[in-house]
């Protein structure tokens, strides 16, 4: 799609990445709106995901009259702890209060794989091991199996707000191998905008983010709006 977007960004308070790397992905002209999801230091659990969903919802009707194309909810680590259904349904959710046409992070790392027909990845991620455990089980529900894995175990935002774009290059290079057809860099908070075509380039294969397959997936919806 070549046409410029506004598109409409939800992300936790503390993510300070990808406002700056959606516009790297968007066609020329396009714009952003960011709209910041209050949370507390700690990671996202079970157990605070209520009322962080409710703060989402009453900030997303911000949107509703602007001319925002497309909303994106840009938190990982939520959709993966909601499940493929649970995210279904926030994406449901934010659309009727939006009336736009909506992406989750989480449904758009599937997506971005299925559509690649990858189904063995190298998997990375920040996450500490009850998120981790969870996402997981969303890509398996999407059929895609994680051959290789590792993560930074960010103990809270501070900690994952700290981690590099060379470290993650670094982390990626430890851990793929031959037999995965593809890796993903989960967490939109983890920066892969300068990256990503280094790594296809050093590995000869593809490697994804969530940033940038939220980014490609909203234009996909945009385009099918």
């Known amino acids: 799609m070549t ?3 506004h598109i409409g960004l939800m992300v936790p308070i503390n ?26 230091k700690g990671m996202l659990t079970t157990e605070t995901l209520p009322a962080y969903k409710a703060a989402a919802l009453e900030l997303a ?13 840009g938190c990982t680590a939520a959709g993966f702890i909601f499940g493929p259904k649970g995210d279904a349904d926030l994406a449901q959710e ?10 989750t992070t989480a449904r758009s790392m599937v997506l971005t794989l299925q559509a690649a027909g ?44 700290r981690i590099t774009a060379e470290q993650v290059k670094d982390l990626v ?3 793929d191998d031959d037999g995965c057809q593809a890796v993903f860099i989960a967490c939109a908070q983890l920066p892969t905008a ?12 593809p490697v ?15 385009a099918l709006a």
Not at 94 to 103: C, F, Y
């Open 3 to 5: 046409q410029a977007l």
């Open 15 to 40: 993510n300070t990445t990808y406002a700056q790397e959606v516009l790297r992905w968007m066609p020329p002209g396009s714009r952003a709106t960011t709209l910041r999801i209050p949370r507390g």
């Open 61 to 73: 009707t911000q949107f509703k009259d602007s001319d925002v194309d497309v909303v994106a909810y």
């Open 94 to 103: 934010l659309h009727q209060v939006t009336g736009k046409p909506v992406v």
């Open 118 to 161: 990858v189904n063995d990845i190298a998997l990375i991620t920040p996450y500490l091991d009850a998120v981790n455990t969870q996402l997981k089980a969303f890509l398996a529900d999407g059929g895609i199996r994680v051959r290789r894995f590792n993560s930074f175990f960010a103990s809270d935002v501070d900690a994952l707000g």
């Open 173 to 175: 290079l430890q851990t």
């Open 194 to 205: 300068t990256i990503l075509d280094e790594l296809r380039g050093i590995l000869g294969k």
């Open 208 to 222: 994804y983010s969530s940033n940038w397959g939220t980014t490609h997936q909203a234009q996909l919806a945009m």
